[in-house]
């Protein structure tokens, strides 16, 4: 059966594959249909069009001042510009999706441009091949730094990348032993990174080239027989059908959904492979599905960039720091949780006092343009809060929700002459709403 195709089926794959659903996007989406609206953002290709020229961070403007390559902040300034000005969403939204998955911090590195590298590394390869993806990983200076790489050598083998690409990057927990972990972390040895120079080098002296036994099987293997190893079980599948499925479909999958993207995620050649039939299967637009993930601080945060138009600033990281994620500075090689872990009342509080500050500089002429003005024929406080709940691509207001926002709506702007501060204050209830944090 085909997916029936409406702006609510569009505006619940946008807010899944992209930072929000704005009213172009939806209106072309519409019109493309969904194969061409789903092979668009899988391919990398704009949905409306539109050139994909991003300019280089020396040339972005953030309050009035030119971006530093040179500053981590700038450079998490840059990512959330590049999040909000994207054409092609689905990549970006999988860049930060592996840089969860990869988990390296700035905190360990201290070096800005291994960290710009792998973000690039992750953008390349976003939707391409898993498995070519993970051994560019193991070879990524951020990674080898983080987790150690030039203390694994031989005689002396250090097991955190071999532990981690187990148990956080393929497998999942469970799926291991100890023996394991020991016999591969034997088979990574040799690799080295200059933080001085950049460059990556395998010095032959230094790697383990005795038979190690890893998985049920036993040789004298390297970094490549390893990754090759790992890709031989099946729990490798099963683990990223969830992640992916947890991401962008349920937080509590079920265990036959789990086994049905598995099946694809092994017999298609890459992710975004895997991807379209996900966004194209009849069971990611069911309605127990839809405004069932939490939004994180990202999605949060560049959705109302998006919908409200507001200018560049420094600011806006340091309000996803307080939400709980700092781009390049997750919180461990677990990367962040997410889910309802989003909505910790430390977690809440900042989202609330974003919103805030939102509210009080969004430009007038944003929200007395046409789009926020109901029809002439307009039936009252509902309409009002019914289209700014669009524009703001909220995907759907509970009756609770409606009930209050319409009351205010009454009791403020609705019959004033001077219509500002109730528009402004509407505007903020709205963006602290329940259904404002999903998605």
Not at 110 to 119: A, H, P, S, T, Y
């Amino acid at each position: 059966m085909a997916i029936l195709w409406t702006r609510d089926q569009v505006v619940h794959l946008l807010n899944r594959a992209s930072f929000s659903a704005s009213k172009h996007e939806v209106e072309a989406s519409l019109k493309l249909g969904s194969g061409e609206t789903v092979r668009r953002l899988v391919a990398g290709e704009s949905l409306t069009d539109q050139k994909q020229e991003l300019p280089a961070i020396s040339e972005i403007l953030s309050d009035g001042k030119n971006l530093d390559a040179k500053k981590i902040t700038d450079q998490q300034t840059y990512w959330i510009y590049r999040m909000v000005k994207t054409q092609a969403p689905l990549i970006e939204k999988m860049t930060l999706f592996w840089h969860g998955h990869f988990a390296t911090s700035y905190q360990k590195v201290r070096e800005i441009l291994f960290m710009v590298q792998q973000n690039e590394l992750f953008r390349k390869n976003a939707l391409g091949n898993f498995h070519e993806l993970v051994l560019k990983v193991g070879k990524d200076p951020a990674m080898m730094v983080y987790l150690d790489a030039n203390s694994n050598r031989k005689g002396t083998p250090n097991e955190n990348y071999a532990r981690e690409v187990m148990e956080l990057f393929t497998l999942g927990i469970g799926n291991y032993t100890e023996d394991d972990v020991k016999g591969a972390a034997k088979s990574f040895t040799g690799w080295n990174v200059n933080k001085d120079t950049d460059e990556v080098t395998f010095n032959k002296k230094q790697h383990d080239q005795t038979n190690k036994t890893v998985l049920g099987e036993t040789g004298n293997f390297n970094e490549s027989d390893m990754v090759d190893i790992l890709f031989k079980q099946k729990a490798l599948s099963l683990f990223m059908a969830n992640k992916l499925l947890q991401y962008f479909a349920a937080m509590n999958p079920s265990q036959d959904w789990i086994n049905e993207l598995a099946a694809d995620f092994y017999d298609q050649k890459t992710v975004g492979e895997v991807l379209s039939r996900l966004f194209l299967s009849e069971r990611f637009y069911v309605s127990e599905n839809r405004m069932a993930l939490v939004r994180s601080p990202a999605e949060y945060v560049v959705g109302l960039i998006r919908a409200l138009d507001l200018p560049l600033s420094n600011g806006f990281a340091g309000a996803m720091r307080k939400m709980g994620q700092e781009l390049y500075l997750p919180p461990d090689v677990a990367g962040w949780r997410g889910g309802n872990a989003w909505l910790m009342t430390s977690s809440l509080l900042a989202r609330y006092q974003f919103a805030e500050s939102v509210a009080k500089r969004v430009k007038p002429a944003v929200i007395s343009t046409t789009d926020y003005v109901p029809a002439a024929n307009s039936t009252g406080a509902s309409d009002w809060v019914a289209l700014w709940a669009r524009n703001l691509n909220i995907g759907a207001l509970g009756v609770q929700t409606t009930t209050v926002l319409d009351q205010y709506a009454n009791d403020t702007f609705m019959h004033a002459v001077q219509k500002n501060t109730g528009m402004r204050g509407l505007l903020q209830l709205l963006m602290v709403s329940p259904e404002a944090q999903m998605k």
